[in-house]
């Protein structure tokens, strides 16, 4: 049975930051991409950033040169450095596994999310 466990949401100030971060737990292989959507209230849930298992990113327009997604394949961890934080990143945040390859099952799976708020 593997578990994504999302941390490191809450508030910050505009112009702020915060570092998100979404663990896997559970007998893993291997991990194809891994990556960070957000859904804020009213709108559907949309893609902010991806990395592949090789290292390769993609970010949305609206976050690139600020948000940098990484990953600890060792500790089947990825992580989300928001900077320079806007009141429209305001949001619930979930982290994205694709392609979890266990014992018997190769699937995806979607983090509890976490809820970043960006207000002064």
């Known amino acids: 049975q593997v578990q994504l466990v999302e941390s490191g949401g809450g508030l910050a100030q505009p112009g702020g930051s915060l570092r998100l971060s979404c663990a896997a737990s559970?007998?893993?292989?291997?991990?194809?991409?891994m990556g960070w959507y957000r859904q804020a209230p009213g709108k559907e849930r949309e893609p902010v950033a991806t990395?592949?298992?090789?290292?390769?990113?993609n970010y949305s327009d609206s976050v690139k040169g600020r948000f940098t997604i990484s990953r600890d394949n060792g500790k089947n961890t990825v992580y989300l450095q928001m900077n320079s934080l806007k009141p429209e990143d305001t949001a619930v945040y979930y982290c994205?596994?694709?392609?979890?390859?266990?014992?018997?099952?190769?699937?995806?799976?979607w983090g509890q999310g976490t809820q970043v708020t960006v207000s002064s």
């Open positions: 994205y596994f694709d392609k979890v390859y266990t014992i018997g099952t190769l699937r995806n799976y």
């Open positions: 990395i592949t298992g090789g290292g390769s990113t």
């Open positions: 559970g007998s893993i292989f291997s991990i194809n991409a």
